[in-house]
């Protein structure tokens, strides 16, 4: 028996280590943790008494990083634990036969639209467009109010007027005297004054703004309500989506997207509006085109939507700046090439038309980000020796599961490998993922590139992503297994054999720019601080495996720059490549990235697969290099 006071340090009761998949953190925002200590003793006369006390332990946020974290919920300074003892101190030092205590976890929910950003996603643009239904409705309501209101004073109106009309006087002194001195008149007069008044005043002092306005406002509070950001990032997603497909912007603010024929055109004031920001970020180039395409329309357009004189002003204006800026940028450097940001002539000299197809003609292709362009676009890259090497085959990887059905494989690259399985998924699967990922999809981040900063949103790749447990539903369970059977590699999380999966959805302009899906090759020792201990003990990612959800209407390709191949996203297909190669340095030439989606929207789904449980499933080359 033993005084609890003296003899248990209640530190050391409270080291406690709590497990938390922080899978949850997409689901839950904070994490509450409260001890319930029951303090069994016996007093005086040998009764057994319990003293239950609970307390608030601790708090946080759950953080979306690494997999599993621990929390150690005693320290010896912990202001909690000092709380703790203090308390029991309170309740004397009785004999105590025991201690026990209880976590309780109480987590709270995540606001799903916390992290809302609405420039890309396709399912947040739903919601959005949504929001406007309801700024619709409340605006028809008002109109149609609005137009009853003007219908009473018209009215009015127009019975005053077909009186006086009907008096052919020739001032208004005669009309008066023709109104009063005539009974009907007179009777209409009254009729108007004390009757149709009423209805008028009625009309007038009832007012249907305040409704209209609070119905408003209450939208306007909405989380998903577009910001500036918002609007400034589908600007900018038309803008890239215009660099990466040279599309021709004529045919482009008509409604035509490479080919495709659409009902979405711009008017010259929106032409306008795009050429105002590209001139405000320098790009004089493109606010020239924007401008020269705003004038065309508004001629079109016979000024509706702004006035043809307008453009003119500011177009000229913007093509002064530009041969400008061009003059001193050539001042300063006779021999420099100015950036994609201005022509290489002045316009004064060449028009931009003319300009515009001869960049287009003359490009470098030896640049990686002309290369990616170039895949993004469809053109074709390899050369058709390298074409016949590739072939496509049925194959039951050696596997009886796959005996009565072998999967369509294709090779789609040699160096890299890089291969294509088809029908790896069915539509009710592929239904099941999206309809699992879509509450939890958020802004992608990317790891930062200062050490220790963790991640940040990036305008690298914009897209929403969810991370998946194996555990999150069977058919989780069962695609790991598949990918297992399909690849030989061993491909579960749970066993630390893997990532969990992500899937990820990209909205219109929504792209990922080139780079490499393994995490340490070439990285210096700061930047190795960036990942968790878990990472660097499940070494690097070995391979990718990537599912495509859906057919892309138009863009979206996965393009290998390096290796010259674009893949087309097909629904239910997968890609599948090795980052490392056998000697586990990083493969350089994996270097890839995810076109802008041009129309429609674009859903993977990725598993990672980590290089330390694949020890027994790729062995080495002889060749070391290799
Ligand atoms: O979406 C794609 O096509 C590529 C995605 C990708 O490379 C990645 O998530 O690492
Ligand atoms: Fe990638």
Same mark, same amino acid.
Request: one cysteine or more.
């Given at each position: 028996?033993?005084?609890?006071?003296?003899?248990?340090?209640?530190?050391?009761?409270?080291?406690?280590?709590?497990?938390?998949?922080?899978?949850?953190?997409?689901?839950?925002?904070?994490?509450?943790?409260?001890?319930?200590?029951?303090?069994?003793?016996?007093?005086?006369?040998?009764?057994?008494?319990?003293?239950?006390?609970?307390?608030?332990?601790?708090?946080?946020?759950?953080?979306?990083?690494?997999?599993?974290?621990?929390?150690? %919920?005693?320290?010896?300074?912990?202001?909690?634990? /000092?709380?703790?003892?203090?308390?029991?101190?309170?309740?004397?030092?009785?004999?105590?036969?025991?201690?026990?205590?209880?976590?309780?976890?109480?987590?709270?929910?995540?606001?799903?639209?916390?992290?809302?950003?609405?420039? /890309?996603?396709?399912?947040?643009?739903? *919601?959005?467009?949504?929001?406007?239904?309801?700024?619709?409705?409340?605006?028809?309501?008002?109109?149609?109010?609005?137009?009853?209101?003007?219908?009473?004073?018209?009215?009015?109106?127009?019975?005053?007027?077909?009186?006086?009309?009907?008096?052919?006087?020739?001032?208004?002194?005669?009309?008066?005297?023709?109104?009063?001195?005539? #009974?009907?008149?007179?009777?209409?007069?009254?009729? +108007?004054?004390?009757?149709?008044?009423?209805?008028?005043?009625?009309?007038?002092?009832?007012?249907?703004?305040?409704?209209?306005?609070?119905?408003?406002?209450?939208?306007?509070?909405?989380?998903?309500?577009?910001?500036?950001?918002?609007?400034?990032?589908?600007?900018?997603?038309?803008?890239?989506?215009?660099?990466?497909?040279?599309?021709?912007?004529?045919?482009?603010?008509? $409604?035509?997207?490479?080919?495709?024929?659409?009902?979405?055109?711009?008017?010259?004031?929106?032409?306008?509006?795009?050429?105002?920001?590209?001139?405000?970020?320098?790009?004089?180039?493109?606010?020239?085109?924007?401008?020269?395409?705003?004038?065309?329309?508004?001629?079109?357009?016979?000024?509706?939507?702004?006035?043809?004189?307008?453009?003119?002003?500011?177009?000229?204006?913007?093509?002064?700046?530009?041969?400008?800026?061009?003059?001193?940028?050539?001042?300063?450097?006779?021999?420099?090439?100015?950036?994609?940001?201005?022509?290489?002539?002045?316009?004064?000299?060449? #028009?931009?038309?003319?300009?515009?197809?001869?960049?287009? +003609?003359?490009?470098?292709?030896?640049?990686?980000?002309?290369?990616?362009?170039?895949?993004?676009? $469809?053109?074709?890259?390899?050369?058709?020796?390298?074409?016949?090497?590739?072939?496509?085959?049925?194959?039951?990887?050696?596997?009886?599961?796959?005996?009565?059905?072998?999967?369509?494989?294709?090779?789609?690259?040699?160096? #890299?490998?890089?291969?294509?399985?088809?029908?790896?998924?069915?539509?009710?699967?592929?239904? /099941?993922?999206?309809? %699992?990922?879509?509450?939890?999809?958020?802004?992608?981040?990317?790891?930062? *590139?200062?050490?220790?900063?963790?991640?940040?949103?990036?305008?690298?790749?914009?897209?929403?992503?969810?991370?998946?447990?194996?555990?999150?539903?069977?058919?989780?369970?069962?695609?790991?297994?598949?990918?297992?059977?399909?690849?030989?590699?061993?491909?579960?999380?749970?066993?630390?054999?893997?990532?969990?999966?992500?899937?990820?959805?990209?909205?219109? $302009?929504?792209?990922?720019? #080139?780079?490499?899906?393994?995490?340490?090759?070439?990285?210096?020792?700061?930047?190795?601080?960036?990942?968790?201990?878990?990472?660097?003990?499940?070494?690097?990612?070995?391979?990718?495996?990537?599912?495509?959800?859906?057919?892309?209407?138009? $863009?979206?390709?996965?393009?290998?720059?390096?290796?010259?191949?674009?893949?087309?996203?097909?629904?239910?297909?997968?890609?599948?490549?090795?980052? %490392?190669?056998?000697?586990?340095?990083?493969?350089? *030439?994996?270097?890839?990235?995810?076109?802008?989606?041009?129309?429609?929207?674009?859903?993977?789904?990725?598993?990672?697969?980590?290089?330390?449980?694949?020890?027994?499933?790729?062995?080495?080359?002889?060749?070391?290099?290799?």
């Amino acid at each position: 028996m033993s005084s609890y006071c003296d003899q248990r340090p209640v530190q050391s009761i409270l080291h406690v280590s709590i497990y938390v998949r922080t899978s949850l953190g997409h689901v839950f925002k904070n994490i509450f943790i409260f001890i319930v200590i029951t303090v069994k003793k016996l007093n005086a006369d040998r009764q057994d008494k319990r003293t239950r006390e609970i307390f608030l332990l601790t708090h946080f946020p759950i953080q979306e990083r690494g997999r599993i974290f621990t929390i150690i %919920l005693s320290s010896t300074n912990s202001t909690d634990s /000092t709380l703790f003892c203090q308390r029991k101190k309170t309740m004397g030092c009785l004999q105590v036969h025991h201690v026990y205590f209880s976590v309780f976890i109480i987590l709270l929910a995540r606001n799903p639209h916390v992290n809302g950003d609405v420039s /890309t996603a396709s399912t947040d643009l739903s *919601n959005v467009f949504r929001l406007e239904q309801q700024i619709v409705d409340v605006l028809g309501e008002l109109a149609a109010k609005t137009e009853a209101k003007l219908v009473v004073i018209r009215k009015y109106l127009k019975d005053y007027e077909q009186s006086v009309v009907e008096e052919k006087a020739a001032n208004k002194g005669e009309i008066m005297e023709h109104l009063t001195g005539n #009974p009907i008149q007179a009777y209409r007069l009254m009729k +108007r004054l004390y009757f149709d008044w009423q209805t008028v005043e009625k009309e007038i002092k009832f007012d249907n703004w305040q409704d209209a306005v609070s119905k408003l406002e209450l939208v306007r509070k909405n989380e998903i309500f577009p910001k500036e950001a918002d609007f400034f990032g589908a600007t900018s997603a038309i803008v890239r989506l215009q660099d990466t497909y040279e599309l021709n912007m004529t045919e482009l603010v008509r $409604g035509n997207v490479r080919g495709m024929k659409t009902h979405a055109q711009l008017t010259a004031l929106d032409c306008l509006f795009m050429g105002k920001l590209a001139f405000n970020d320098g790009a004089y180039a493109r606010a020239v085109e924007w401008f020269e395409e705003s004038y065309i329309l508004a001629g079109s357009e016979n000024n509706e939507t702004i006035s043809q004189d307008h453009v003119a002003e500011i177009l000229q204006y913007a093509i002064g700046m530009h041969d400008m800026n061009l003059k001193q940028v050539k001042q300063k450097s006779p021999t420099s090439i100015p950036d994609s940001r201005s022509f290489r002539l002045p316009l004064k000299e060449k #028009p931009a038309v003319a300009q515009r197809s001869e960049i287009i +003609r003359s490009r470098d292709y030896s640049e990686d980000d002309t290369k990616f362009n170039a895949l993004c676009r $469809g053109e074709k890259l390899l050369s058709e020796e390298s074409v016949a090497k590739l072939k496509c085959w049925y194959d039951s990887r050696r596997q009886p599961y796959f005996f009565l059905m072998p999967i369509k494989v294709e090779q789609n690259s040699i160096e #890299p490998a890089i291969y294509i399985f088809y029908e790896m998924l069915s539509d009710a699967e592929i239904e /099941t993922i999206k309809e %699992l990922a879509a509450p939890q999809l958020k802004r992608a981040e990317v790891v930062r *590139n200062k050490p220790g900063a963790g991640t940040e949103i990036s305008n690298v790749r914009t897209s929403k992503s969810a991370w998946f447990e194996d555990d999150v539903h069977p058919l989780m369970d069962r695609l790991s297994r598949r990918i297992s059977l399909v690849t030989g590699l061993k491909a579960y999380c749970s066993r630390d054999e893997a990532e969990m999966f992500q899937v990820a959805h990209y909205g219109i $302009g929504g792209h990922y720019s #080139p780079h490499h899906d393994y995490l340490f090759h070439k990285k210096t020792d700061k930047e190795l601080e960036n990942f968790s201990d878990w990472d660097r003990e499940m070494g690097d990612r070995i391979a990718t495996f990537m599912f495509y959800l859906n057919d892309v209407e138009r $863009g979206g390709s996965t393009v290998f720059p390096l290796a010259g191949v674009a893949v087309t996203p097909v629904k239910g297909a997968a890609a599948f490549w090795y980052n %490392l190669k056998r000697n586990g340095h990083g493969d350089t *030439n994996t270097l890839h990235g995810a076109c802008p989606v041009l129309l429609g929207h674009k859903w993977v789904v990725n598993k990672w697969i980590r290089e330390k449980a694949q020890t027994f499933n790729r062995g080495c080359l002889l060749d070391p290099s290799e």
